[in-house]
Antibody, heavy 121, light 107 residues
């Protein structure tokens, strides 16, 4: 069974840092584009970042310069390092898999259960 | 960024009805649109990709169409498990964006 399991969420003060992890099983994350998508309480979905199979990374404007995405290939784990956190970063963060493999029509066919990040003093 | 605007923001229907969700892109994006269903407290689920291709395992009562700037998701013969929030998403650009969602409620 293919699974994504996020961890690392919690309460952090404004200006603080947090690192989210996403452990994948049943497939190799190096074979897929992997993204983070977040959802603020009661709000819609917001794409945050992607790491391509070749290692290129991209970020939404709202987090560019503060967040980094990376992966640990041997441990099949995706990370999101979040620095200089703001109250507006409060959200459930989902790790997602994109099966398009660079052929276009990127979509998210596998989602984790999400991990809640709360930025508050 | 490409803006995706969904309408209406909410919709009421009964079991057995057919409903149509609309999504409009701020510029032409070909068929680079996907649709997701999200139930309360759960992660979203992919329904349709590339505007009209049904994701494996999704019932055939879900149908996507459109190209350019206007896209629709139609659900025929609504079932109790279909009441949820639906999101469109564009992948025309590297910076992916979602619509704000349409909540489907039971009438």
């Amino acid at each position: 069974e293919m699974l994504l399991v996020e961890s690392g969420g919690g309460l952090v003060q404004p200006g603080g840092s947090l690192r989210l992890s996403c452990a994948a099983s049943g497939f190799s994350i190096t074979d897929y584009y992997m993204s983070w998508v977040r959802q603020a309480p009661g709000e819609g979905l917001e794409w945050v970042s992607v790491i391509y199979t070749g290692g290129s990374t991209y970020f939404a404007e709202s987090v560019r310069g503060r967040f980094t995405i990376s992966r640990d290939n041997p441990n099949n784990t995706l990370y999101l390092q979040m620095n200089t956190l703001k109250s507006e970063d409060t959200a459930v963060y989902y790790c997602v898999r994109d099966p398009s493999m660079g052929r276009g029509y990127e979509n998210f066919d596998l989602w984790g259960q999400g991990t809640l990040v709360t930025v508050s003093s | 960024d490409i803006q995706m605007t969904q309408s209406p923001s909410s919709l009421s229907a009964s079991v057995g009805d057919s409903v149509t969700f609309t999504c409009r892109a701020s510029q032409s994006i070909g068929t680079y649109v996907n649709w997701y269903q999200q139930k309360s407290g759960k992660a979203p689920k992919l329904l349709i990709y590339a505007a009209s291709t049904l994701q494996r395992g999704v019932p055939s009562r879900f149908r996507g169409s459109g190209s350019g700037t206007d896209f629709t998701l139609t659900v025929t013969s609504l079932q109790p498990e279909d009441f949820a929030t639906y999101y469109c998403q564009q992948s025309f650009t590297t910076l992916i964006t979602f619509g704000q969602g349409t909540k489907l409620e039971i009438k």
